[in-house]
């Protein structure tokens, strides 16, 4: 889940690590749902001697060495899909990515049945893909079919769990746009189906087509009862809050707060009580943004936990001077359910129990954590700074 919505002079996202492109104009938007014939017949015309691919280092991943064309005409041939490393040599992340993530094994496993593509978005062959594409950051990582139609990005730096997990979503068609088309074909008054395609195609650089697809929620449910419905509700009450914002310079929070306790679908009481919650940390209001995640954290489903509870609880350890026993406890609580979830969630939740003076239990945590995954730094670092505290 992504508790992101435009807010013009008010920004409410939780971005995954990356470097924001230099102040250079737009890199260009791609149709999400059309083949980029453009950027295709560009890179046609561009320099060929050497392939758009200049990896930043090995790792573990076969990389394809031919160009953005022959990328496509092989993964039609083979019925495979292309993943697409977009990176620069100044991006900070992007090194991280090559080293942390591609350098494993696993990682070179999951990604070995696609045709793999690592592009300078700003190599004078790479920049002719690149603007094809919309590129927030870097490194921008896009999955594309051999039709050339983009199907998903992976947003930003990832350790090497947390990119298996996307790949394979990936590779199972979920949330991908053909997977979401799919869902959609089979019973179109799938309205979540709908409503996550148009926060895909939106995310994909096609606003045009998201619209067809909230207009076709609209018209299926004008009385607001479903959960796609509410959700797109809550988002133009946020939009009028961050209108108001603009004007005045007051955050008034009054009209979105009534709507979300008069919620009765807890899907979207969370997603409004965490847009709300980063919104004041972004204006440092830690009072208003712990109250935020705790009432998120109350309406917060059983099978959304796992991607809230990591979220709230790296957010209130980033506030740790400002928190109460109760804003400690909830660090806790969320960060327990996925503590055996990978070396970064096993750290997370060390952390939290450090934040609340379990220094014991935050050792004993660490030191099983250490014990199964023995080549992660992060660990390594994390408990001899522990047991120096200690």
């Given at each position: 889940?992504a508790?992101?919505?435009p807010?013009?002079g008010l920004?409410?996202?939780?971005p995954?690590p990356?470097?924001p ?7 260009g938007a791609q ?7 453009i950027?295709?017949?560009l890179?046609?015309l ?16 076969a ?6 064309a022959d ?7 083979e ?6 490393d977009?990176?620069?040599?100044w ?5 991280r990515?090559?080293?942390d993530?591609f350098s ?6 999951v990604?070995?049945?696609?045709v793999?593509l690592?592009?300078d978005?700003e ?5 002719v ?8 950051g870097f490194?921008?990582?896009m999955i ?9 990005s992976i947003?930003?730096?990832?350790p090497p769990d947390?990119?298996?997990?996307e790949?394979e979503?990936v590779?199972?068609g979920?949330g ?8 959609i074909a089979?019973?179109p008054?799938?309205l979540d189906?709908r409503?996550?395609l148009?926060q895909?195609l939106?995310?994909?650089g096609?606003?045009?087509a ?8 609209k018209?299926?449910d004008?009385?607001?009862?479903s ?8 988002f133009d009450?946020?939009q009028?809050?961050?209108q108001a914002?603009?004007r005045t ?5 009054a009209?979105?707060?009534?709507f979300?306790?008069a ?19 972004q204006l440092?209001?830690?009072?208003e943004?712990?109250?935020a995640?705790?009432s998120a954290?109350?309406h917060?489903p059983a099978d959304e936990?796992a991607?809230?509870g990591?979220t ?5 350890l980033s506030?740790?001077?400002s ?5 400690k406890a909830?660090?806790l609580a969320a960060?327990e359910?996925t ?7 096993a ?12 220094v ?9 954590a250490?014990?199964?995954y ?6 390594q670092?994390?408990l ?5 505290d200690v």
């Amino acid at each position: 889940m992504a508790w992101t919505v435009p807010l013009g002079g008010l920004q409410s996202s939780d971005p995954a690590p990356h470097t924001p492109p230099p102040d250079r104009g737009p890199l260009g938007a791609q149709n999400a749902r059309k083949p980029m014939l453009i950027p295709l017949l560009l890179a046609s015309l561009a320099p060929s001697a050497a392939p758009a691919t200049a990896p930043l280092g090995g790792g573990k991943v076969a990389w394809f060495e031919g160009s953005y064309a022959d990328a496509l005409a092989k993964a039609k041939a083979e019925k495979k899909l292309i993943f697409i490393d977009f990176w620069t040599d100044w991006c900070g992340w992007c090194k991280r990515l090559d080293a942390d993530t591609f350098s494993q094994q696993e990682v070179g496993d999951v990604l070995k049945d696609l045709v793999c593509l690592s592009i300078d978005a700003e190599s004078e062959s790479g920049a002719v893909v690149a603007k094809g594409f919309v590129l927030q950051g870097f490194p921008a990582l896009m999955i594309v079919n051999g039709d050339g139609v983009v199907q998903d990005s992976i947003g930003g730096y990832l350790p090497p769990d947390g990119f298996v997990k996307e790949i394979e979503r990936v590779q199972r068609g979920e949330g991908t746009v053909g997977g979401l088309e799919t869902r959609i074909a089979a019973d179109p008054q799938d309205l979540d189906a709908r409503f996550e395609l148009a926060q895909k195609l939106e995310t994909l650089g096609d606003p045009g087509a998201a619209k067809v697809q909230l207009d076709a929620i609209k018209a299926a449910d004008p009385e607001g009862r479903s959960q796609a419905m509410r959700t797109i509700q809550l988002f133009d009450a946020v939009q009028a809050m961050a209108q108001a914002y603009g004007r005045t310079q007051e955050l008034d929070t009054a009209p979105v707060v009534a709507f979300l306790s008069a919620e009765k679908h807890p899907s979207v009481a969370t997603r409004g009580w965490m847009i709300l919650a980063n919104i004041h940390g972004q204006l440092e209001q830690p009072a208003e943004a712990t109250h935020a995640f705790q009432s998120a954290w109350k309406h917060c489903p059983a099978d959304e936990r796992a991607d809230v509870g990591p979220t709230i609880a790296n957010a209130l350890l980033s506030m740790a001077g400002s928190l109460t026993d109760a804003d400690k406890a909830l660090a806790l609580a969320a960060a327990e359910g996925t503590r055996d979830k990978g070396a970064n969630q096993a750290e997370l939740y060390a952390r939290c129990l450090h934040l609340n003076g379990k220094v014991a239990e935050a050792l004993s945590a660490l030191e099983g954590a250490v014990e199964l995954y023995p080549d992660n730094a992060k660990l390594q670092k994390r408990l001899k700074d522990f047991r120096t505290d200690v």
